[in-house]
């Protein structure tokens, strides 16, 4: 069974360009999450979609962070403009149902220069 | 509101020998209990979730976890490590199934062949 998927797995870019970020959850999960990893602050949830509505997104770190769900099989993260200091990995789970385990993707790693 | 302390950082052992991680809890709540292993470069897999069925939960890979109450914790074993078992490893909380799950540092396992 295909895993979470997403792309790119790296992205290196200069500071103030736009980064997307994508991800397919498995198939027949409704709920999505995005988390950021660092060294410094561990995994942290940045959002969360139940049936493609968000839910949750008290972790935006702020204004130039967005994501989207248009549909089950797809969801966004973007950063505009993107910074230094955004240099994470990120990465996206799905569950079926919230309170389910959640499985995760291989992540993006995201070095902004 | 819930919280994880994984009691080491590093654990280093030698193949074929016992492995033990551990981790202390606090949740206001019910809790729900995971473990997850990330290998370099990858997303976080699930191991085993406590789910109040029984208090020894057993995992993929040989691994297994005891639930105690009275000593809030959940601690995770696999009799005899190898060499692919070396990796991050992450004890999960998250209050009455709850979507939001709070995260342990992380022990990085090592083994030695």
């Known amino acids: 069974d295909a895993g979470v998927i997403q792309s790119p797995r790296h992205e290196v870019t200069e500071m103030g360009q736009e980064v997307t970020l994508r991800c397919k959850p498995i198939?027949?999960?409704?709920?999505l999450f995005w988390y950021r990893q660092t060294m410094m602050r561990g995994l942290e949830l940045l959002i969360y979609f139940n049936n493609n509505v968000p839910i949750d997104d008290s972790g935006m770190p702020e204004d130039r962070f967005s994501a989207k769900m248009p549909n089950a099989s797809f969801s966004t993260l973007k950063i505009q403009p993107s910074e230094p200091r955004d240099s994470a990995v990120y990465f996206c789970?799905?569950?079926?149902?919230?309170?389910?385990?959640?499985?995760f993707g291989d992540g993006t790693r995201l070095s902004i220069l | 509101a819930q919280s994880v302390t994984q009691l080491d950082s590093h654990v280093s052992v030698s193949e074929g020998t016992p492995v033990l991680l551990r981790c202390n809890y606090s949740?206001?709540?019910?809790?729900?209990l995971f473990w997850y292993v990330q290998h370099p470069n990858k997303g976080l897999q699930l191991l085993l979730k406590y789910t109040s069925a029984a208090t020894l939960v057993k995992g993929i890979n040989g691994f297994e976890a005891e639930f105690k109450k009275s000593e809030t914790s959940f601690h995770l074993t696999k009799p005899s490590a190898h060499m692919s078992d070396a990796a991050e490893y992450f004890c999960v909380v998250s209050d009455n199934d709850d979507y939001k799950l709070s995260f342990g540092a992380g022990t990085t396992v090592t083994v030695r062949a």
């Open positions: 198939s027949g999960h409704n709920s």
């Open positions: 789970a799905s569950s079926f149902g919230s309170s389910r385990p959640q499985h």
């Open positions: 949740s206001s709540y019910s809790p729900s």
